[in-house]
């Protein structure tokens, strides 16, 4: 190893790091400090015959405070909605393992898994019946719920065909219709989902909750939580 005897040529490195600061890096950005540079030249060289308008220089500081403000209030929208996006990231991932309400009546299940749906309708309806289909289209089970009223009604299907027997694992939809006001209607069916994973990044920068079947759904499309898996 070599030993430096001499120190002098370091105490010249020292002293000019002392000396001399790495620049600023200019952003092309006029700040308040240039502002006022300039309007302390501008007065400083203005025609004392025709000296500058006091109105002009109120405007011009005025303009150039409406930007700077602009300017400011942009980085602080741009903090809050960083600081959201976090807020969401955290709370889809607490979500991971339970099961959520979608506006999907497509869903996946295990043999023999039960699943939980939910009939919506703005108005009352009468000889009302939930049919579940496998993904050909053939009707499995029929389940009969007679009459409604409006709003939400939650129902379960056990998982068994209508022989009793378990259905297979696979993709399955509930597809239910009833009488509305005299006619033959389509009521809609939402289902519970299992989540699965969560993807933060999804597409146009929204929070994908990844559901059982294989489906994806945006955070922000979730109607309801529920407090335990499906």
Known sequence: MTT?????????????????????????????????ALLTQELANQDPTKPVDNNEMISQMTAFSTTDGVQKLNDS??????????SQALQASSLVGRSVLVED??????????????????????????????IAGEVIQ?????????????FTWNGL?????PA???????????????????????????????TLAGTGGNIMLNLNGGSAMALTDIVEVSEGGS
Do not use: C
Request: net charge negative; hydrophobic share 35%.
């Open 105 to 134: 009546n497509v869903f996946g299940m295990a043999e023999g898994e039960a699943v939980k749906g939910k009939l919506v309708s703005d108005q009352a309806a009468s000889n009302v019946n939930i049919y579940v289909e496998n």
């Open 168 to 198: 297979d694992a696979g993709a399955y939809r509930f597809r239910i219709v009833g009488l509305v006001e005299g006619k033959a209607s389509e009521l809609e069916a939402q289902t519970y989902r299992k989540v699965d994973s969560v």
């Open 4 to 36: 430096v005897s001499d120190t002098s040529v370091l105490d010249g490195i020292r002293w000019q790091k002392e000396e001399y600061k790495v620049a600023e890096q200019d952003n092309g950005m006029l700040t308040q400090a240039d502002f006022f």
């Open 161 to 165: 065909k209508s022989d009793g027997e």
């Open 142 to 154: 029929t389940v009969p719920v007679g009459n409604t009223q409006a709003g939400g009604h939650s």
């Open 77 to 86: 929208f741009d903090g809050f909605a960083s600081s959201m996006t976090s």
